[in-house]
């Protein structure tokens, strides 16, 4: 019988299953190798084995160690639909796995660790009070499209900027809150669709930005997902590519700290470093361990791939 351990957490509100053992025998090492078989139809079965129901849910984003020839680990990201390019609040919630310890992961030597993922090199580092704070990699603004004709609800060019994964990011006259997640989830998959429309189509992620509603922060977010899910936490990679905008418009400095607050109220702190016409972003959360398990996969079980994607 098929098992795979697994160390979940949650940061932020947005869940991580860090998976421990029992990883297919695919020869693959680096993160480029391992990313490219999870985005064959085999590989994505085996992701939503590990993170849909019966034995997660679709909102999980799940991770792994690997061997890096770059960093001190390689890791790789996945979602409900297949490999992730990077992930922030993932990121965070490795780390603190990593200084939670298992004895099926490595002991994390110092306070600072290196990870290789599939579009560079992200440094992270815990600190006394459990925070996890990561440089992530170099973030830029592309370009903005004007989609006013097409939805009343957004007035300002919608910015379409890198942050790790690739986001269309739309200030829009919506309530960014829990209540409005059905209405924001439809709304945020016609913005992607029509940002596709107009040849962006690497944007898999969707950021609707407003004012905090805490004044103690700095903006809100409500985030699409490449699998049709909504991110929990102010989304690490989605913060890193609307500090990308603030700094092309001059709206931050380097160093400025800006306070991102998520749809369900938890807060990332962000802030840059310049690296030539790049910014390097540096994103820190918070992170919590919340189950540590063992998936079994009996023979002849139905869903054992997990269930369809509905
Ligand atoms: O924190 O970068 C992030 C993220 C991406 C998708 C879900 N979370």
Request: glycine share 10%; aromatic share 8%.
């Amino acid at each position: 019988m098929r098992q795979v351990h697994v160390l979940d957490s949650h940061t932020a509100g947005e869940s991580t299953r860090l998976v421990l053992s029992g990883l297919p025998d695919w020869g693959c090492r680096t993160p480029k190798e391992w990313c490219d078989r999870l985005s064959t139809p085999e590989g994505v079965r085996w992701c939503r084995s590990v993170l849909a129901e019966p034995r997660g849910n679709e909102a999980i984003v799940g991770a792994f160690l690997c061997d890096s020839t770059t960093a001190d680990y390689g890791v790789v990201y996945f979602n409900n639909v297949g490999p992730l390019r990077m992930c922030g609040h993932a990121t965070i919630g490795v780390v603190h796995c990593l200084a939670h310890g298992d004895p099926l992961l490595p002991r994390l030597a110092g306070i600072s660790v290196s990870l290789e993922t599939q579009v560079g090199v992200v440094v992270a580092e815990r600190g006394p009070d459990g925070t996890v704070s990561f440089e992530n990699v170099a973030s830029y603004r592309k370009t903005a499209l004007d989609l006013s004709d097409t939805f009343s609800e957004i007035t300002k060019p919608v910015e379409i900027a890198f942050g790790g994964n690739w986001f269309a990011l739309a200030e829009a006259s919506l309530r960014l809150d829990p209540a409005s997640i059905p209405t924001l989830l439809a709304f945020s998959v016609r913005v992607r669709e029509a940002v596709h429309a107009l040849g962006e189509t690497q944007v898999d992620h969707v950021e609707l930005t407003c004012k905090a509603h805490n004044p103690a922060n700095s903006g809100r977010n409500f985030v699409l997902c490449p699998g049709l899910e909504w991110d929990r936490s102010p989304c690490g990679t989605g913060t890193s590519a609307k500090v990308a905008c603030l700094a092309h418009h001059g709206l931050l400095a380097e160093g400025e700290t800006w306070r991102q607050e998520g749809v369900l109220g938890t807060v990332f702190e962000a802030s840059y470093r310049r690296d030539g016409e790049a910014i390097i972003p540096r994103i820190s959360g918070q992170a919590w361990v919340t189950a540590r398990s063992e998936l079994r996969f009996e023979e002849g079980d139905l869903f054992a791939g997990g269930l369809p994607p509905i």
